[in-house]
């Protein structure tokens, strides 16, 4: 069965400084990898995903990622925070269910606090 | 093109009572899901449907089931409410019927069970 790790459940960064939030995936085949964002009492917002490729995917708000094979990772990066960056964020691992589709297993979501 | 629409946004329900939440998911899209949040188990799969059929279940008790609509409408009811089910519940629209397809969520439905 897959499974995700965000081993950081807290980070707090200044504003204009830059932010790594950590992700780890076990999946036994090729992994279609997400990252979300989630403002309190919203729903999720897309940022960027990963299906095939170019390991370095751009999303939106200025963040990336990268797919590291070898290492089971998809960091999330952005070169410079700002104060409106502040949410919860969370890596997922799409999968195909038992009867087809997909199926998001999410990590347990990175808090972010920017101080300013 | 309007997003995904869950109705309602807050519900305050007793123990032993039911409850019917609707998801409206992106024009043209077939697959809907449903995920529940809570702050001790983080986000958990419930189940997905593709054109009115359920095609993924996740670990839940009987007391949670859904169904879709033609119009690709669904609904989830939860039986016999516990306190433990108070959460918020995430519904997602996706336009394809593989696993490389993103999913779009809605703001949710947060259920409070008293």
């Known amino acids: 069965a897959q499974s995700v790790t965000q081993p950081d459940i807290h980070i707090t960064v200044s504003e204009g400084a830059s932010l790594e939030l950590r992700c780890n995936y076990s999946?036994?085949?090729?992994?279609?990898l997400f990252w979300y964002v989630q403002s309190p009492g919203q729903g999720l917002q897309l940022l960027l995903k990963?299906?095939?490729?170019?390991?370095l995917v751009q999303g939106i708000k200025g963040f990336e990622a990268e797919f590291k094979r070898s290492q089971s990772s998809f960091n999330l990066r952005k070169p410079s925070v700002h104060w409106s960056d502040a949410a919860e964020y969370f890596c997922?691992?799409?999968?195909?269910?038992?009867?087809?589709?997909?199926?998001?297993?999410f990590g347990t979501g990175t808090q972010l606090k920017v101080e300013l | 093109k309007a997003g995904v629409t869950q109705t309602p946004r807050y519900l305050i329900k007793t123990r032993g009572q039911q409850v019917t939440l609707s998801c409206s998911p992106i024009?043209?899209?077939?697959?809907v899901s449903w995920y529940q949040q809570t702050p001790g188990q983080g986000l958990q799969f419930l189940f997905e449907?593709?054109?009115?059929?359920?095609?993924n279940k996740g670990n839940f008790p009987g007391r949670f089931s859904g169904r879709q609509f033609s119009n690709s409408r669904s609904e989830m009811n939860v039986s016999t409410l516990e306190l433990g089910d108070s959460a918020l519940y995430l519904c997602?629209?996706?336009?394809?019927?593989?696993?490389?397809?993103?999913?779009?969520f809605g703001q949710g439905t947060r259920l409070t069970v008293v």
């Open positions: 997922a691992v799409g999968a195909r269910g038992s009867g087809g589709g997909n199926k998001l297993t």
């Open positions: 999946y036994g085949a090729t992994p279609y």
């Open positions: 990963y299906f095939s490729g170019d390991t």
């Open positions: 024009s043209g899209h077939r697959s």
């Open positions: 449907y593709f054109s009115e059929t359920q095609r």
């Open positions: 997602a629209s996706m336009e394809g019927a593989g696993s490389n397809t993103e999913a779009f």
